[in-house]
């Protein structure tokens, strides 16, 4: 029988390029009964194109799949830990839909781009934004950007942090819309706002942590510089911030100078509560 065996496995699960399963799997082949045959040149080569991890024999010349003989007996540790997963993370992001991070991701080269409808879980993870060196000499750190149109919520515990950098953000509501409903955000540095929308976007905070380094005090600053929920100015009249939850270091959502003196992010029928020194949480209101 010309027979070869073909590895399906999802991307991030295990790279296999210096995988030796050709010898591995001959005393399994052999236990059946079945000829082992002569590898392949080059060797086995596994592909990166499906959600499970499991062996199939396959014959070349036709494709078809032989019944499954080898349940049970790959050589595949079960879901390998991932450290990172920052190429497949971008590559998902292409498409949208779900995402549930397998590993941390460092956005070493550019910000994360979000062009189509997202659901992100954080997942435990950790999503770091490099910094980097403009063209003019000025650091940056621009994080998750939702353009016009798109739509991020992002889920579950983990974290999204930025470099120290003199522009940037960590999340930008770029004319889309995001939802933020747990998490923890932070800019290291002097960087620009922590959650920033421009345009015609729309922020909700629902919950999470967020937290600044112009705002806990470690870089020395005036009070309205930088606050850690923004607007553009230009767009103060066309973009939305409602916050319905949520804890803010050294920034109080319901009374702010973001939007000039006493701005109020809060939406109705919550309210923001100053729970330790310098740190507020937004709550429902308790009639």
Same mark, same amino acid.
């Given at each position: ?13 295990? @790279? ?18 079945? &000829? ?18 499991? #062996? ?12 499954? !003989?080898?349940?049970?007996?790959? +050589? ?11 190429? &497949? ?5 292409? @498409? ?8 941390? =991701? ?5 910000? *994360? ?21 403009? /063209? ?8 998750? =950007?939702?353009?016009?149109? *798109?739509?991020? $919520? ?8 930025? &470099?120290?950098? =003199? ?5 930008? *509501? ?6 933020? @409903? ?7 540095? +002097?960087?620009?706002?922590? !959650?920033?929308?421009?345009? /015609? ?17 470690? !870089? ?31 920034? @109080?959502?319901? /009374?702010?100078? *973001? &939007?000039? +003196?006493?701005? %109020? ?7 923001? $509560?100053?729970?330790?020194? %310098?740190?507020?949480?937004?709550? #429902?209101?308790?009639?």
């Amino acid at each position: 029988m010309d027979i070869y065996i073909k590895m399906k496995l999802i991307m991030y699960e295990l @790279n296999l390029k210096d995988y030796k399963c050709d010898s591995q799997f001959e005393s399994v082949i052999k236990t059946k009964g079945l &000829e082992y045959p002569e590898a392949p040149k080059g060797g086995f080569e596994p592909t990166a194109v499906d959600t499970y991890t499991r #062996p199939e024999l396959m014959v070349p010349a036709t494709g078809m799949i032989i019944p499954d !003989i080898f349940m049970g007996f790959a +050589p595949v540790p079960n879901k390998p830990s991932v450290t990172d997963f920052t190429e &497949e993370f971008l590559m998902m992001l292409d @498409n949208g839909g779900d995402i549930n991070l397998q590993g941390n =991701v460092d956005l070493t080269e550019s910000f *994360a781009s979000i062009k189509k409808n997202t659901v992100l879980d954080l997942n435990g993870k950790t999503i770091t934004t490099k910094t980097r060196i403009s /063209d003019n000499g000025e650091t940056t750190a621009f994080g998750l =950007v939702a353009f016009d149109g *798109a739509e991020l $919520v992002i889920n579950g515990d983990g974290k999204v942090i930025n &470099e120290p950098a =003199v522009n940037g953000n960590v999340v930008w *509501a770029y004319g889309g819309d995001v939802t933020i @409903n747990s998490g923890y955000f932070e800019n290291q540095g +002097p960087c620009l706002s922590v !959650i920033y929308v421009s345009k /015609d976007g729309k922020l909700v905070i629902n919950g999470g942590e967020f937290k600044s380094a112009y705002n806990d005090g470690s !870089i020395p600053s005036t009070k309205d510089e930088y606050p850690i929920v923004n607007k553009l100015d230009a767009d103060r009249e066309k973009c939305t911030i409602l916050i319905k939850g949520g804890k803010f270091h050294g920034f @109080n959502p319901a /009374d702010n100078f *973001a &939007e000039g +003196p006493n701005t %109020n992010f809060v939406a109705q029928g919550y309210e923001s $509560v100053e729970i330790e020194p %310098n740190v507020w949480e937004v709550r #429902p209101v308790v009639e």
